[in-house]
């Protein structure tokens, strides 16, 4: 089986794109795959750098890569990374970010790569994730919160995607509550019938693993 790299962004922050890529890594790891998570930058804690390297293949040696790797860029304020960069009076370049993920594509078959926030979250004054994303260029994957207001934001986000020339690749409908609402169930057969994009996979709250053809429809 082939290899294939992704970007994992989200309809907003907070809506399970840590949870979904780490589920990903196991599936492509479970398909005889060596797969690593990468998360260019982080504010606050670094938990989900930690998670991504937990889920990920170790080295050929057996070793696993040092979480600077995985997580180069480290903001400690839970902020914007715009708004954190400038309370720790700090400035940076996307293309060092671009650079260790090509470095982690001749290593691994598939290299998992999660936004920050949304699709536009801004970066510095001049590039938000959206142009991360247009340099690392690999099919996008968006992972939506499944609850009331989904449309909208899926929409806009999506349509974002087309118009930066990227591929989407496919939707997840994230299930991040416990208990399921009238939009919960409705969403699917609306984005089906308004967005030309698959819907992958619906992830029951909690859920543990990828249904076993998952990966089989993305690669």
């Given amino acids: 089986m082939k290899g294939q790299s992704f970007f994992i962004t989200g309809t907003s922050t907070d809506v ?5 890529s780490c589920l990903l890594l196991a599936a492509m790891r479970k398909a005889g795959l060596s797969a690593v998570g990468y998360k260019p ?5 670094r938990d989900d750098a930690h998670r991504l390297l937990a889920a990920s ?3 050929k040696d057996g070793t696993t ?3 600077d790797t995985i997580n180069p860029l480290h903001f400690k304020a839970a902020a914007a990374p715009v708004v954190a960069a400038r309370i720790e009076n700090r400035t940076f370049e996307l293309e060092p970010l671009l650079q260790t993920h090509h470095a982690l594509t001749q290593t691994f078959d598939c290299v998992v790569s999660e936004g920050a926030g949304g699709w536009e ?5 001049q590039k938000n994730i959206s142009d991360l994303a247009v340099l690392i260029d690999c099919p996008i994957i968006v992972v939506i919160n499944n609850q009331l207001g989904a449309l909208n934001h899926t929409l806009l986000t999506v349509n974002a995607i087309r118009q930066r020339g990227l591929e989407c690749a496919g939707l997840i409908l994230n299930q991040c509550q416990a208990e399921r609402d009238s939009a919960s169930i409705s969403n699917r057969v609306i984005l089906e019938e308004m967005i030309e994009a698959p819907i992958l996979a619906e992830i029951l ?3 543990s693993e990828l249904d076993e053809d998952f990966i089989d429809q993305i690669l």
């Fill in 16 to 20: 399970g794109k840590t949870h979904f």
């Fill in 41 to 45: 930058l982080c504010c606050g804690d």
């Fill in 57 to 59: 293949s170790p080295l």
């Fill in 65 to 67: 890569l040092p979480l």
């Fill in 121 to 125: 979250v801004p970066l510095t004054p």
């Fill in 205 to 207: 709250f909690d859920q």
